[in-house]
């Protein structure tokens, strides 16, 4: 098992902010993982969406394939924040990397997007008290990690030396999603254990909190590490393919995956992205020496790249 840096949120404060943003910049250039504790949440906002999203997981398989995941909303076609159900080997990861023909995983999932914070939208939740109590849970949830994650990026642009606002002002409208995640123990009628497969996320970064083991990171070695933490009011963040870009490929997108263990592992996680309108272009720090990799990308584009290849969608010019 690796150790991974661990950012304390609490010691920025006190005017200790910018040793703080140092710590996770470095984190972000040599690991692209670090562990966020002292953020504030309280420990309720993670048992209640964790016990929540485990009861709808024990649900009967009609139940919940009566609320299948869609990938866009009323609010237009290239809305892909997911809502709803997914059931085991109905998603792979590798697709997202553009790898075709590889096993898909062995995981099921709960998702919401940013609507979840409107209590009148019409979402697929199970029309019952508990999936009500659902809906509570995870909105609870959903408006915590957007606090953290505000914080941490906020940190960085210190690191970045860039405004304040720089991040805030392009991720005020951005199109989150969160997905609870339930991996069942490794069974012999299984082909693999294959939880979910080899890939990185297109954020700009990803906070994830777990129950238990199962998660690994590769090295730059090429070895695969195991990641774990004690509780699961620790997050596990980590860089995504759209900070990599940001960051020109300073920061490290890092490859992981999940392997089934002896034991169900439920995890949750949250997915920080862009507005649609933000240019995704080197940060000045990072081109002072070398010139910028990539060409200045609108996040909508950016996007409609990854998620047409999740979804097996038909890539748009």
């Not at 085991?88 to 099921?108: H, I, R, W």
């Not at 123990?185 to 777990?210: K, S, Y």
Request: aromatic share 10%; with cysteine; hydrophobic share 35%.
């Amino acid at each position: 098992m690796t150790v991974l840096p661990v950012i304390n949120l609490e010691d920025a404060l006190g005017g200790n902010e910018e040793k703080v943003a140092d710590e996770i910049s470095r984190a972000c250039t040599e690991v692209g993982f670090f562990i966020v504790r002292g953020h504030g949440i309280d420990r309720k906002v993670f048992d209640d969406a964790y016990e929540l999203s485990l009861g709808f997981f024990g649900r009967p398989a009609a139940e919940k394939d009566a609320l299948p995941m869609r990938t866009s909303t009323a609010r237009g076609d290239n809305d892909y924040s997911p809502y709803g159900y997914s059931a085991l080997l109905s998603e792979n990861a590798y697709a997202y990397t553009g790898k075709q023909g590889m096993p898909a995983d062995y995981v099921e999932k709960f998702s919401v997007g940013r609507l979840v914070l409107d209590d009148a939208e019409d979402l697929p939740f199970p029309a019952d008290e508990r999936g009500s109590e659902l809906r509570a849970a995870l909105k609870a949830y959903f408006a915590a990690c957007e606090t953290v994650s505000a914080r941490v990026t906020e940190l960085l642009t210190i690191a970045l030396e860039l405004p304040r606002d720089f991040f805030a002002t392009r991720t005020d409208r951005s199109n989150d999603s969160l997905r609870s995640q339930y991996y069942p123990g490794v069974q012999q009628e299984f082909l693999n254990d294959q939880g979910m497969g080899e890939h990185t996320d297109g954020t700009l970064i990803t906070l994830l909190t777990e129950d238990g083991p199962g998660l690994q990171l590769r090295d730059l070695s090429g070895n695969w590490i195991d990641v774990d933490v004690p509780e699961r009011d620790h997050f596990i963040v980590n860089i995504g393919d759209l900070m990599a870009r940001w960051s020109n490929d300073e920061y490290v997108s890092t490859p992981h995956r999940v392997r089934l263990v002896d034991r169900p592992r439920q995890s949750i996680v949250f997915f920080k992205l862009a507005n649609d309108d933000a240019v995704i272009e080197a940060f000045p720090k990072f081109t002072r020496e070398r010139p910028a990799t990539y060409e200045p990308i609108r996040y909508e584009t950016f996007s409609l790249q990854k998620m047409d290849a999740l979804f097996g969608r038909e890539a748009r010019s």
